[in-house]
């Protein structure tokens, strides 16, 4: 090639260089891919910075101007060291309840809006669905009305905090920081007359972990629900962070663009919604009840992050990060304030209402709009891409062509190594061993996959014609344009309003600019993979591949979108292949180089829950046919119950003694036979029993037709009961008196799960109604469940005892809170009587 060389005279002439054309186009290269990469670098760390970034606590003032978390967080203490407080445990009904009454008198004394007190103990029934109804007694909400004037028939907003937790958790981020960010803003707004156009209603309640019975009971019984117009849930699956707001409505868009409005610090996103909505997270909400049985509009916001201590001992007040209640404070008592002055609170129905698009800039803005805007704008991008690839294409088909299969094939590499990469993580590390360290996605899915793309792209462009490049590039560009627009076209026809990423992308087409593609791949990091990855982990499905596909979203956005600068790069086969290798080889290396690497990389997080239980099996002529005593362990993750530490020879997997018993005769919290498989529980037999009531099950009438039987019993026991009704061959359930009747033709046995608060709660009656089957018979879609509601004593000697003996306190020393927590988070678990009757 040639260059300018100055002469003596400073004159300047071409010379030839030595060097070859090569030579300078590697050096061009490297400097040039040095400053992409520097650049996706920066953009990761600015994306990771702002995403963890977190508001000061601040303190309270004497005149209650602002939200202080510091205050807040004193409260949440108190609340979290009672320990765990399962609905109708001491801890919930006496301890938290009367700690959350003693706190709020004092602030009535002060208080100079009119403050009124309600406690309720409501009982009643519902269905969750049609085959599982829950039925309770007696369960305890603590509720709270500031009024302007105090006049009852004044509209209100209602917010809600649950204040029982999971039985062997204390509770501290689900939902004490709730009830305690709660109590805060009562705090302010009892200062604050003037600004309550509205009254408020703050419902504190005793029962949502046992399937959301203290919003049920609050939304059907108590005396102000008539007047409740909209609601904001407040909730946590997982401990701390920037708090999300995941769900809006139905409908009433206004409830969504107060929160739009007044946010301080927004964390929201359709993407949230519409993962939430679709059924992949395996969880519900006080709201489904508010939505269903009180016809309420709302906003579910809830603490997302550290999603791995969720229900176990770690969720304890103290991990709870520093600035996340007050950044959460803050958004919910600017949100308030707006609705206040809100003119859709009088006649919602008249304001048009839509669906919108929405999503915020790492708490920094957000950006907001209609779907018809949004089908504008998408419809316009595929429209322009379409029609400049269709005009492109008809010039020089032979270079598109080509440029179409490459993308193919790229394509396909890179879907190979998301196939393969799960089944080398299952091989080598199990499943799940990014659940603590979400950084790990990255590491073991995201980069392979990565290099995968670009070295196949390297390695193609050395076989394109080099004299072409040029066009190959631009070529590519339009392919790569082509198809995320046909992406785009089937979110918009199907009405899926994430979509809104895909037009990001393609804002290329109008700003020209491929690095914006780039940029949007890198943010799109938090976008998406954030929400999923705290809940995959308490899926029944092995979650690995859907993690793999869903964490190489963006690497697929960021590799395709640098096809084109890949395609003009010319680079060493064989050296790209020994990176890719390497890269993908690499994350495995800090298992294979120590045999306690697992502990040493402290990586798996697994969720335990533990249960002695009684258990007593009547035949049909109501005499006991076996009495055992036995203590379960039962995995709460996909990594199931061998994962376990402790569990050795003396645990065996469950042997059903009945062939028609879904449920097994395991004594399960929650009659989820369907999401609990056999390889997650195992038992152990123990010859001293749990110190309870003896449960008696007395068969009061008999009732003989043609084909029909029916029966009576009376049930007496400690609060907490299981009984399975399993109908022997030829007959089916058609009716139990707790629930109503059931889905004909079905022979699947009845679960009741029967818990209550009170004196006398262990008294049950109940009638059973048995059919003949006729000829023709088919199975239902599952087992007809029943629940109710829990027991004051949550103490096992065995199982404390077995806890002593594991003796995780060494281990936990040491390492990062993972093995040893849901263990000894176990030991406060509920125990429960088990009662099978076999029917005939």
């Not at 993580?425 to 199990?430: K, V």
């Not at 080889?585 to 040493?600: I, K």
């Not at 989820?672 to 068969?699: G, Q, W």
């Not at 608060?757 to 109940?766: I, L, Q, R, T």
Request: charged share 20%.
């Amino acid at each position: 090639m040639w260059l300018l060389k100055k002469k003596d005279d400073n004159a300047l002439m071409p010379v030839e260089d030595s060097s070859s054309d090569k030579d300078l186009e590697k050096e061009f290269r490297a400097k040039h891919w040095v400053v992409i990469i520097l650049y996706l670098i920066v953009l990761m760390i600015a994306s990771v910075y702002l995403h963890k970034k977190l508001p000061d606590p601040l303190a309270a003032d004497k005149d209650n101007s602002h939200f202080s978390e510091l205050r807040a967080r004193r409260f949440l203490f108190q609340l979290s060291n009672f320990g765990p407080k399962s609905a109708g445990s001491e801890a919930c009904e006496r301890l938290t309840k009367n700690h959350i009454l003693a706190e709020l008198e004092k602030i009535k004394t002060s208080a100079s809006a009119h403050f009124m007190i309600s406690q309720q103990n409501p009982s009643g029934c519902f269905d969750i669905d049609p085959e599982f109804t829950i039925c309770y007694k007696n369960v305890s909400n603590v509720v709270v009305r500031l009024s302007k004037d105090g006049k009852p028939n004044r509209l209100a907003i209602l917010l809600n905090c649950h204040y029982d937790s999971w039985p062997t958790s204390s509770g501290g981020s689900d939902d004490l920081a709730s009830c305690a960010l709660m109590m805060e803003l009562i705090r302010l707004l009892a200062h604050q007359p003037n600004t309550l156009k509205y009254d408020l209603i703050f419902l504190f309640n005793g029962a949502e972990e046992s399937c959301l019975q203290g919003a049920h009971g609050f939304i059907t019984q108590h005396s102000w629900r008539h007047v409740v117009r909209a609601f904001i849930n407040l909730d946590a699956s997982g401990s701390g962070g920037r708090e999300l707001l995941f769900q809006a409505g139905p409908g009433n868009q206004w409830l969504l663009n107060s929160y739009l409005a007044a946010a301080v610090h927004p964390h929201c996103s359709i993407i949230a919604q519409e993962i939430f909505q679709s059924g992949m997270f395996p969880a519900d909400t006080d709201s489904r009840v508010l939505r269903d049985h009180g016809r309420v509009p709302g906003l579910d916001i809830a603490f997302v992050q550290n999603g791995y201590w969720w229900h176990t001992e770690f969720d304890e007040a103290r991990r709870i990060t520093p600035g996340s209640l007050q950044r959460a404070g803050d958004n919910v008592y600017a949100t308030l304030l707006h609705l206040l002055n809100s003119p859709y609170l009088e006649n919602p129905a008249e304001f048009a209402d839509q669906k919108s698009v929405f999503f915020d800039f790492f708490g920094l803005f957000v950006v907001f709009y209609s779907e018809g805007v949004a089908n504008v704008i998408n419809a316009t991008l595929i429209i322009v891409v379409y029609a400049s690839a269709a005009y492109h294409f008809t010039k020089n088909s032979d270079v598109y062509m080509t440029a179409v299969i490459n993308y193919i094939i790229v394509i396909i590499t890179m879907l190979a190594v998301v196939y393969i990469m799960p089944h080398l993580t299952l091989l080598i590390w199990g499943a799940m061993p990014w659940y603590s360290i979400h950084g790990l996605v990255v590491l073991i899915y995201a980069i392979p996959t990565f290099w995968a793309g670009t070295s196949t792209m390297t390695f193609l462009a050395t076989r394109m014609d080099q004299t072409k490049k040029e066009e190959s590039a631009k070529a590519i560009e339009k392919v790569h344009l082509v198809f995320f627009a046909t992406i785009l076209v089937i979110c918009t026809l199907r009405g899926i309003a994430s979509g809104f990423i895909i037009a990001l992308i393609l804002l290329q087409v109008i700003e020209s600019l491929l690095p914006l593609a780039t940029e949007w791949g890198t943010i799109v990091v938090h976008l998406i993979v954030s929400m999923p990855s705290y809940i995959m982990g308490r899926t029944r499905s092995n979650p690995e591949l859907l993690i793999a596909v869903v964490s190489n979203i963006p690497s697929f956005v960021i590799v395709l979108s640098l096809l084109p600068i890949l395609t003009l790069t010319r680079s060493n086969r064989t050296q790209e292949e020994t990176k890719l290798i390497k890269v993908t080889l690499q994350p495995f290396g800090c298992v294979s180089s120590s045999e306690t690497s697992a502990d040493v990389c402290g990586f798996f997080q697994p969720i335990r829950m533990m249960q002695h239980a009684n258990r007593l099996f009547y035949n049909k002529d109501n005499g006991i046919r076996v009495r055992d005593s036995q203590l379960y362990v039962i995995a709460q993750d996909y990594r199931g119950a061998e994962d376990i530490p402790f569990i050795d020879g003396n645990f065996t997997e469950p042997k059903c003694q009945y062939e028609n018993n879904l449920y097994c005769e395991v004594p399960l919290y929650f009659p989820v036979s369907n999401r609990i498989p056999a390889r997650y529980v195992r038992y152990r037999s123990f010859d001293d029993r749990p110190e309870l009531p003896a449960t008696k099950i007395n068969l009061i009438h008999k009732e003989e037709a043609s084909t029909r039987l029916n029966y009576d019993f009376s049930v007496q026991g400690s609060s907490q009961i299981s009984i399975f009704i399993i109908p022997q061959s030829g007959w089916q359930i058609v009716n139990c008196s707790i629930s109503g009747p059931k889905p004909e033709l079905s022979d699947e046995p009845l679960f009741i799960f029967l818990t209550c608060n009170g004196v006398n709660c262990g008294d049950w009656m109940f009638r059973i109604t048995l059919k003949r089957m006729e000829h023709s018979f088919y199975r239902s879609s599952g087992p007809d469940p029943l629940h109710a509601q829990i027991d004051n004593r949550l103490v096992s000697k065995n199982v404390t005892r077995l806890i002593i003996e594991v003796d995780c306190a060494a281990t936990e020393a040491t390492i990062h809170p993972r093995k040893c927590g849901a263990l000894t988070g176990a030991r406060k678990v509920a125990f429960e009587n088990t009662s099978i009757v076999y029917l005939h």
